[in-house]
């Protein structure tokens, strides 16, 4: 495993079991929540032992501080880069709890309150409830540094419901566009794109939380009703970025990443589109790689099962922290978040010079049994963890 920065004694999942309410904090607060292989670890435990326990009816989970949860910790992946597979184990007990989160068996509700953004926010999204404030922040930026949009995500974005809500389209490749760009959405935003179900005020969110606890109880409708006493109806900013959705469908629908911001570029010549100069400003800083990448794997997502959406992304997560074909993940975090330059040095160094074999390298299947085991059996529905791999068994 790489070595991650441990403080001795730091609960960074709590765990508290209040009659039939069950609530998970994410405890991190400095680090702004982000998700490291031991907070992997005790969320897989607690998800486990309550959804085999007959008296937990109701899972609240909710961030510490100012943030949900920022996502994966990126320095565990940048400092593990010289050893052979140190993040392997992290990474593959992620995509196993997606799966369980996704198809849990009890009433969730996600309190998101600040940044929820890539893997965080797969503790969000999949949620039969997710609730968002004025002071949410979502994003899927993975692209721009040299990954791909993960943790389901692929899944997700590419699933987005066509319509939404009374007076909101969201466009059709609105997926492609939230994935390739990293376009941040707010908590309004997040409500009318499906991403979230109930709009709070940030000062009502302790109160409603109080009010879930003495429900005391997972039945769904009654959860709705709790929540919809403190929940108001999303009016979308009229300069928000879904409602360009006719101009996102036009661009996005181009067959590669070139002709996408070409398209992009003719658009943001036009009379009020202004707000394009930005977006095309973040996609040519991104990695190439990335991008390409990530646009084959959400389109590969629309035809894609869940479980099939989430074995390619733990391959595309392996290959990549591998450096199959490009180190740029590596080069992108340490712009990012090492040295802090936000001067990235991508190789290969443009669209144009990367290969569609070398892409097609990265979505190669492993051999069955170094796939993501992720259970089809009910009855063997928490089965297949690493431990029982032959990434452990043939050490």
């Given amino acids: 495993m790489a070595q991650e920065v441990v403080i001795p004694n730091e609960e960074v999942v709590l765990g508290e079991e209040l009659d039939h309410v069950r609530l998970i904090t994410l405890n991190r607060p400095r680090l702004l929540n ?20 007959n008296k937990a009816e109701l899972i609240i989970i909710k961030g510490a501080g100012r943030a949900f949860s920022a996502g994966g910790d990126l320095k565990m992946f940048y400092d593990g880069r010289k050893s052979k597979d140190s993040c392997l184990e992290v990474v593959y007990r992620m995509y196993w709890l997606c799966y369980h989160i996704h198809t849990y068996k009890k009433t969730q509700v996600a309190l998101v309150h600040g940044i929820s953004m890539g893997g965080g926010a797969s ?20 692209a721009s540094i040299g990954f791909h949009t993960d943790c389901g995500f692929s899944y997700i974005h590419s699933h987005l419901p066509g319509h939404l809500g009374k007076h909101n389209h969201v466009g059709t490749f609105a997926g492609e566009y939230l994935a390739l760009t990293g376009a941040r959405l707010n908590g309004k935003e997040l409500v009318a794109a499906g991403l979230a179900t109930h709009f709070v005020p940030s000062e009502k969110l302790p109160e409603l939380e109080k009010r879930l606890i003495s429900l005391n109880s997972g039945d769904k409708n009654a959860v709705k009703s709790a929540i919809e006493e403190f929940s108001v109806e999303v009016q979308l900013d009229e300069d928000s970025v879904l409602n360009k959705k006719s101009i996102i469908d036009e661009c996005f629908s181009k067959d590669s990443v070139a002709e996408i911001i070409k398209s992009f570029e003719a658009e943001a010549s036009k009379e009020g589109n202004g707000w394009i100069g930005a977006v095309l400003k973040g996609l040519k800083r991104s990695s190439p790689t990335g991008l390409k990448i990530t646009l084959r794997s959400i389109r590969d997502g629309r035809k894609q099962t869940l479980p099939e959406s989430l074995k390619k992304e733990f391959r595309l997560t392996m290959n990549i922290l591998r450096a199959s074909i490009s180190e740029d993940v590596y080069e992108g975090i340490r712009a990012l978040t090492i040295d802090k330059d936000n001067a990235p040095k991508w190789d290969p160094s443009s669209l144009d010079k990367v290969e569609d074999e070398k892409i097609d390298l990265v979505f190669q299947p492993f051999k069955e049994d170094l796939e993501v085991q992720i259970p089809e059996k009910e009855e063997s529905r928490w089965h297949g963890k690493y431990e029982t791999t032959p990434y452990v068994t043939s050490k």
């Avoid at 503790?123 to 993975?142: A, G, I, N, Q, R």
């Fill in 34 to 53: 982000v998700i490291s292989s031991k907070v992997v670890s005790l969320l897989a435990d607690y998800l486990e032992k309550w959804e085999k326990d």
């Fill in 123 to 142: 503790l969000m999204v999949p949620m039969k409830f997710s609730v968002v404030t004025e002071k949410t922040v979502f994003s899927t930026p993975e």
